[in-house]
């Protein structure tokens, strides 16, 4: 059902979150543009105008890792001043109330953690832009470590252990989904009885396929988000309007 209006919509999530035992949120792009990070997908967004480094690029070729490097640096000044919005804030207000025990993003943004979520109760299924990682013994690294050695010479580093490409912890185009997180967001939409898809385009698979798993395990779905989504016709409930002011009535509820 599509809300005809955002009142009526959010008042009809209202009921269903009252009435749901274990609800599991699933996050994209569209809960964080309020912050001031873009949806690189978007008409205008930054792969609209910069080619995506697929994974395997990035490992045979030293160009490609600078230019993946210098493109994230550009980008440091808008991840580091975003600040959680209306709606995770909501979802971490639902987390508190024990309604919620982990949430599925998309995002590689880290405002859910931001946001009042455990690092482990944030299923992260495309990483996180905020540490870096090497590709070869997994050894983590802050920015800084990276940031140091790129501006010294302009060349994205090696592992200091390994001598293998170190990256941001974001799964790239071609790079294999982490298992861990895809088997924990199988069990959770499997388990819950209230699944809300917010802000995704649910264009992008395998992650995309997780509302459809929940519906199908018999719970309810609703999707929240600005344009149509072609999961719209099987959701319980459809919000096409700001995520924001949907899910900002439920701040600390």
Not at 92 to 116: C, E, F, M, P
Not at 117 to 122: I, K, L, P, T
Not at 181 to 197: G, P, V
Request: charged share 20%; hydrophobic share 40%; with cysteine.
């Amino acid at each position: 059902m599509i809300a005809s209006d955002l009142q009526s919509g959010v008042e009809r999530l209202g009921e269903m979150i009252a009435e749901a035992r274990v609800i599991v949120p699933f996050t994209g792009a569209g809960i964080s543009t309020e912050c001031g990070i873009p949806d690189f997908r978007s008409p205008g967004g930054i792969w609209t105008r910069n080619r995506p480094i697929p994974f395997d690029e990035f490992v045979a070729s030293q160009e490609a890792r600078d230019e993946s490097w210098r493109r994230r640096f550009a980008m440091e000044e808008v991840f580091a001043a975003a600040k959680p919005g209306r709606g995770h804030r909501a979802l971490a207000s639902l987390y508190r109330a024990g309604k919620v025990s982990a949430v599925i993003t998309q995002n590689i943004d880290n405002l859910h953690q931001a946001s009042g979520f455990a690092g482990e109760h944030v299923i992260e299924l495309h990483g996180n832009t905020t540490y870096a990682r090497c590709i070869g013994c997994g050894q983590a690294y802050p920015l800084d470590w990276v940031r140091h050695r790129f501006d010294g010479d302009g060349l994205a580093p090696n592992c200091s252990a390994c001598d293998e490409p170190v990256k941001t912890a974001t799964i790239s185009f071609g790079q294999m989904m982490p298992d861990d997180e895809m088997q924990r967001a199988t069990a959770l939409s499997q388990a819950c009885d209230l699944f809300i898809a917010i802000g995704s385009s649910l264009v992008v698979w395998p992650a995309a396929g997780f509302p459809m798993m929940a519906k199908n395990a018999g719970a309810r779905l609703v999707i929240i988000n600005r344009e149509p989504t072609e999961q719209d016709d099987i959701a319980d409930l459809v919000i096409h309007d700001d995520i924001g002011e949907a899910l900002g009535p439920f701040v600390a509820n």
